[in-house]
């Protein structure tokens, strides 16, 4: 079993880690602070001619050809009959070995070292989130109808066995349930540690920040119910392309990778 577990938690973590690289990439990107966002630009080569720097449809499509083909580094137009030329990309095997020397550093500090850090990791996304739902109320980009399609209950769905079984992989995967890195970290408390107290806030707050962040998603949705045709929130794709309309010159995108680089830390680090 412990060797087992220690396989998953490697396995995590090259998961992770590649989301990290990811992201520091769009914060790298970000700190441009041009208009329009690297991942709202039309003027990419074979780019399609539905791309529009002025509707939400094309600065989705441009985000779109951006996180696969200057992300994922996936071939152009690639003719039929021929074998994809897949080629190294430098930009993610720099920013995967940045993400790796940052963890390697931050845990090497050990659990008292880490523990200050997470006091910002944690807290900065509630932060942001917040932040960023103020926003979207204050322009009113339809967060009526989102909050509504938010809080409907589709009751059909209650006899979806995927349904039950997403929810159910989502609360045992977030809650950490026989993970060894809780496992781990909870060896550390005192042997008279009320552990009930600790188990019963974890479920709370793990529950609020799961509504909480459904929610934040649906907001930022809102923008999305403008132009019909558009597909639903994606963490690389539809959700730069809301952020960058948000102005700033990129402010809001940079704040809202660094929030998603703070969320795979700790998810990292545990």
Same mark, same amino acid.
């Given at each position: ?169 989502? *609360? ?69 392309? *809301? ?14 990778? *660094? ?12």
């Amino acid at each position: 079993t412990g060797y087992g577990m220690v396989f998953i938690l490697f396995v995590i973590a090259i998961y992770y880690n590649i989301v990290i690289a990811w992201t520091l990439f769009y914060i790298c990107q970000s700190f441009a602070f041009s208009d329009p966002a690297p991942w709202a630009r039309c003027d990419y080569a074979n780019m399609s001619e539905d791309c529009s720097q002025d509707t939400m449809e094309g600065r989705v499509i441009a985000a779109k050809y951006y996180y696969e083909h200057r992300i994922l580094a996936l071939p152009i137009n690639e003719e039929e009959g021929h074998s994809p030329d897949y080629k190294v990309n430098l930009n993610m095997v720099g920013s995967l070995g940045i993400a790796w020397i940052l963890i390697v550093l931050f845990l090497a500090r050990g659990i008292r070292g880490t523990s200050r850090i997470l006091y910002f990791t944690v807290i900065y996304p509630y932060v942001m989130m917040a932040v960023i739902l103020a926003y979207s109320w204050d322009t009113k980009k339809n967060m009526l109808q989102s909050t509504e399609s938010f809080f409907t209950v589709n009751t059909t769905l209650f006899t979806s066995h995927e349904m039950w079984t997403s929810a159910a992989t989502h *609360v045992i995967y977030s809650l950490g349930v026989a993970y060894g890195g809780i496992i781990a970290l909870a060896s550390y408390n005192k042997l008279h540690h009320n552990i009930l107290r600790d188990t019963f806030l974890v479920f709370l707050i793990e529950g609020l920040t799961s509504l909480i962040s459904a929610y934040f998603v649906y907001s930022l949705s809102g923008i999305l119910m403008e132009e019909p045709g558009i597909p639903s929130p994606n963490l690389f794709i539809t959700l730069p392309a *809301v952020l960058s309309e948000m102005g700033l010159l990129g402010l809001w995108t940079l704040l809202f990778f *660094v929030m998603i680089f703070t969320l795979g830390f700790d998810s990292q680090d545990l």
